[in-house]
């Protein structure tokens, strides 16, 4: 018979199980020699078998199949085969007689049923043996998060210990990547500056390679840095130290977030703005610019066929239509502020509650605890079954892990609803800072992080001097700014808010932007009452037309939720405004 020596290993790494295979090789010649085997060919694998697919062993098994040998020699059935799969192989072609013998030194087999036999077990311990190794591992590393301790290569500025098997700072790298942290935050550097500088400071990665541009923001977002550790997508608490302050990784990750939102910088000779964020509202093609005059003009590509759209919109009156609407999107300062004491005083009611709640949670769980315990001594005592143990037991342990998980949550949540409309609120009323003097690029981020949809319509034809305009049942109201951009209209007041009480406009030669509301029908002149009921039943408008004049296209916004509950605030009457109920009336609708 002619045999195929196979030695394996289960790493392609060279520093590690150094001498398996050629322990193997040794071993196994030396069998062949003692046992007068022909061997014909040895092939050497550096793969696990614990998944099929393994290139050599494949290309074995197929000169087999061909009937360039008719036996097989290993070290043992664990090194041919960890898996179903190719376990199957090798029983198969001894029962169809393309294998009519396998050697090992440490396992005895011979081309008999109850050989096949012995062999069928020894491949399925050497796969019992590779799962349980695999959940055993995967244990370990559960604990091992459980316990805060990061199960894997330390990132650039930490070091594994091997003594301990924890990370440590790495006294020489660590200042570099602080550095890093701290320059980026100052918001002048690119990833590409960013990179050179790590590339100059002589920074490697775990790898030992110079850092890349599109490497530089997983360094830059990673919570490790800060004391937390993301594993498989999930967040961890470690007991690692921290490299730098929680106040330095946010101001980072502030920076990050508005470089990922930015509008992109125009190619050298393109002046506009706002092309790449804009619809055109009768066709669907996109918004193109050109310059004219010293003029900036948009106007519809066309790029799906004729259009309807046949104006241009000069980049001043667009700058002023989509500052009105951003407007819109803003909370006055009195206004956001009486909703903040209100999120105050529910904060402080929830936190009362959920104490209470969760008091009664762990007093009842104590309580069960000890029944569990007094049922116990019964049932050693005698008295009860253990049948009628075993039932008992089972509801407590239910009802205890039931109030138990519910604890969890109300300790883990509480509120979770109050943080996010904080956060909310205090975002629209920061927006009327943020536009008191931004310009065309200023206008064009603001609008791409509010996530507003943007569209050229035709001007609705109507009276265009300052006063509402009825479209059909529809009834827009005024848009009053504190504060345009430069060359737009200067009102003599400000009431508290980019989006506040109607203010005279002095005459000049730009008109004001007017809004009109293509949502739910509502009167400005209207009870309160009447307006936050009518808002309940039909819900907010979530669209809203703003132009300049007559002469040029309009802009149409549709505002995402819940920002279309503000713009819908913004559109009532001062007098409506007063009354606090339609604020949470627009909420409620919105939901």
């Not at 602080?178 to 320059?183: A, D, G, N, S, V």
């Not at 509202?281 to 003009?297: D, E, L, N, P, V």
């Not at 508290?496 to 109607?502: Q, T, Y």
């Amino acid at each position: 018979m002619k045999y195929f020596l196979y030695a394996r290993k289960s790493t392609d790494e060279d520093d590690k199980q150094l001498l398996s295979i050629e322990a193997q090789l040794e071993e196994l010649r030396e069998h062949a020699a003692r046992e007068k085997l022909e061997v014909v060919r040895e092939f050497v694998e550096k793969r696990t078998a614990k998944e099929p697919g393994r290139p050599i062993f494949n290309d074995m098994i197929r000169r087999v199949e061909k009937g360039e040998a008719d036996a097989l020699l290993a070290w043992h059935p664990d090194r041919l085969a960890r898996n179903s799969v190719d376990g199957g192989r090798v029983i198969y072609l001894v029962d169809t007689g393309k294998l009519a013998a396998l050697k090992f030194p440490s396992f005895w087999f011979e081309n008999t049923p109850q050989g096949k036999f012995m062999l069928s077990i020894a491949f399925g311990q050497s796969k019992y043996y590779v799962d349980n190794l695999s959940e055993n591992v995967r244990r370990g590393l559960r604990q091992k998060l459980r316990i805060g301790v990061y199960p894997g290569r330390a990132p650039i500025g930490y070091a594994n210990e091997p003594r301990l098997r924890t990370i440590v700072i790495d006294e020489k790298t660590a200042p570099l990547v602080k550095k890093l942290f701290e320059t980026y935050a100052s918001g002048e550097t690119s990833y590409q500056a960013i990179s050179d500088m790590a590339n100059r400071m002589g920074l490697l990665t775990c790898r030992d390679n110079t850092f890349r541009k599109s490497w530089m923001r997983c360094l830059l977002s990673n919570p490790f840095y800060i004391g937390m550790m993301r594993y498989k997508g999930e967040l961890y608490e470690g007991k690692h130290e921290p490299l730098i302050s929680r106040e330095l990784f946010d101001r980072v990750q502030k920076m990050l977030n508005q470089r990922s939102r930015a509008i992109q910088a125009p190619h050298k000779g393109d002046p506009c703005c706002f092309t790449g964020m804009i619809k055109c509202g009768s066709c669907g093609s996109g918004i193109t610019a050109q310059r004219q005059k010293g003029h900036h003009y948009y106007n519809c590509t066309r790029h799906h066929g004729p259009c309807e759209l046949k104006k241009y919109i000069r980049e001043e009156s667009l700058s002023l239509e989509i500052h009105a609407a951003l407007s819109y999107r803003t909370l006055p300062g009195e206004v956001a502020d009486w909703i903040l004491a209100q999120v105050d005083q529910w904060q402080a009611e929830e936190a009362h509650r959920s104490e209470g709640l969760a008091a009664q949670h762990a007093a009842r769980v104590d309580d069960i605890q000890a029944r569990l315990n007094r049922l116990l001594d019964v049932y050693l005592e005698g008295t009860v079954d253990k049948e009628e143990y075993t039932a008992r037991k089972e509801g407590f342990i239910r009802e205890k892990a039931s109030l138990s998980a519910d604890l969890a949550q109300i300790k883990t949540n509480g509120a979770g609803w109050i943080e996010p409309l904080r956060a909310f609120v205090t975002d629209c009323k920061e927006m009327g800072s943020d536009l008191a003097d931004a310009d065309a690029e200023d206008l064009a981020r603001l609008a791409k992080m509010s996530v507003l949809n943007l569209n050229i319509v035709k001007p609705i034809r109507g009276r265009n001097d300052g006063k509402p305009v009825a479209i059909g049942t529809r009834t827009p109201a005024d848009l009053t700014c504190a504060h345009l951009p430069p060359g737009g209209p200067e009102p003599e007041g400000r009431g508290g808010g980019l989006a506040a009480r109607p203010a005279p406009v002095r005459t000049r030669t730009d008109p004001v932007p007017q809004a009109f509301s293509e949502g739910a029908t509502f009167d400005p002149s209207a009870d309160p009452a009447q307006v936050a009921a009518s808002f309940g039943a039909e819900g907010c408008p979530s669209a809203f037309v703003f132009q300049v004049s007559e002469r040029e296209p309009a802009l149409r916004v549709e505002y995402p939720a819940p920002l279309n509950a503000v713009a819908a605030f913004s559109a009532l009457s001062p007098a409506q405004k007063s009354n606090r109920t339609i604020w949470w009336a627009l909420l409620d609708s919105n939901q």
